[in-house]
């Protein structure tokens, strides 16, 4: 999808995640459901080109099945080992949930979104997923060409679009304020460099980025440090490799440890410092390194790539532009994490305060 699409997309939500924001000043807040509803609210533009409003109970009720779901991946994930373990009395395992919360997703969320999309389709006004998979199923059809492209399919696409594109972004986002409240040096350092090149008097946009090498080393730190999915997903190999002495048999289940690169002590020498400055060269300019790989590499690697980073980088230079982010009584939060297949920091409280203009 282009560029401008997804930055519509996040500029319009971050309007009303900042007015969120912005009615929590100076209180002790807990910022996880409003991140989380902003997040998902930017997917579900982007599939469908809808938003819904933060108080709307369908919306409530969604947040609630689709964070119910990914706590219960780790354990409902013994199915596909045992998968007799179905037929036990009760829920230990939180399938039957599992299952209940993707059918209510299925019916209240994403079909009415097939069809809305399929009920306005207009052919020359295609700026979403979904009406994008629509004509694409039609031009297939009219050109009489095979295609396993159909509605089903299209439901399992949204479904896992929601899925992987809500809880890892949110979740970065939140270690990059855990890291904010640590490191308020680094929080001020950011602010500064975007008052000097973008100021206080509009929001920042993707046309920033190159101004702000520090935001973006920072960002980049948040994403390393973070570490937000350790050992990527399962792949499996399509045929026998040898591979430094080592045979793996087709169809063996491999799993990447993104870790080893990301907190690898050869490389980074320091690797469990929270550290922005080893991206930037000795003029200060950003410069990438070919093992920061928190997306995975490969033809399989994340899809959401691009609407995450411009997320993370329109987020950020956004929220500390508009406030300061101080924790609550002097005391940051903890930086250890809680183990999952997706890698969470503790809950915390932090206060917002407006920045003076
Ligand atoms: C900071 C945020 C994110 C991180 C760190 C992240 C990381 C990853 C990683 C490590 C993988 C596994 C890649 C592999 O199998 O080798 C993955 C897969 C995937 N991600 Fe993300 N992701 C993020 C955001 C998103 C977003 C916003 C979306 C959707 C819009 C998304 C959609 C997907 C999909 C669909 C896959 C499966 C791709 C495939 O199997 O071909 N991700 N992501």
């Known amino acids: ?57 369908l919306f409530v009720k969604f947040m609630k099945c689709l964070d119910e779901n990914i706590r219960n991946i ?3 994930n013994v199915l596909n080992v045992l998968p007799i373990v179905r037929y036990l009395p009760g829920d230990l395992f939180k399938f039957k949930q599992t299952l209940r919360n993707i059918s209510m997703i299925d019916k209240e969320i994403i079909r009415p979104f097939i069809e809305d999309n399929r009920n306005n389709y207009d052919d020359s006004n295609v700026t979403n997923f979904t009406s994008a998979y629509i004509k694409a199923i039609q031009q297939r059809r009219q050109e009489g060409q095979n295609t396993n492209m159909s509605d089903g399919n299209l439901e399992t696409c949204l479904r896992d679009l929601f899925i992987a594109g809500s809880e890892t972004t949110a979740t970065v986002l939140r270690w990059g304020l855990v890291y904010f409240l640590n490191y308020p040096d680094v929080q001020e350092k950011c602010f500064q460099e975007i008052l000097e090149n973008v100021g206080q008097s509009r929001r920042p946009s993707m046309k920033d980025k190159t101004s702000l090498p520090y935001v973006e080393a920072t960002v980049t ?42 907190h690898d ?62 924790p609550v009584d002097g005391v940051s939060p903890s930086l250890q994490g809680l183990p999952g297949i997706v890698y969470r920091p503790q809950q915390f409280n932090m206060k917002a305060i407006p920045r003076a203009k």
Request: with cysteine.
């Open 221 to 262: 730190e948040i994403l390393r440090c973070a570490d937000i999915i350790p050992s990527s997903l399962p792949h499996s190999v399509p045929h026998d490799v040898e591979f430094r002495g080592y045979t793996f048999p087709e169809g063996i289940t491999v799993l990447p440890m993104l870790s080893s690169a990301l």
């Open 74 to 76: 780790g354990t409902a």
């Open 1 to 57: 999808m282009s560029k401008t699409i997804l930055e519509d997309a996040i500029q319009e939500e971050l309007s009303f995640f900042l007015q969120a924001i912005h009615e929590c000043v100076h209180t002790d807040f807990n910022c996880n459901r409003v991140l989380n509803n902003a997040v998902a609210n930017i997917i579900s533009s982007v599939v469908s080109g809808k938003r819904f409003e933060y108080t709307d109970p």
């Open 265 to 326: 002590p050869d490389l980074w020498g320091d690797p469990r410092n929270f550290r922005p400055d080893r991206f930037l060269d000795t003029e200060g300019k950003f410069q990438k390194m070919n093992e920061h790989i928190p997306f995975s590499l490969g033809h399989r690697a994340c899809l959401g790539e691009a609407l995450a980073r411009m997320e993370l980088f329109l987020f950020t230079t956004s929220m500390i532009q508009e406030f300061e982010f101080r």
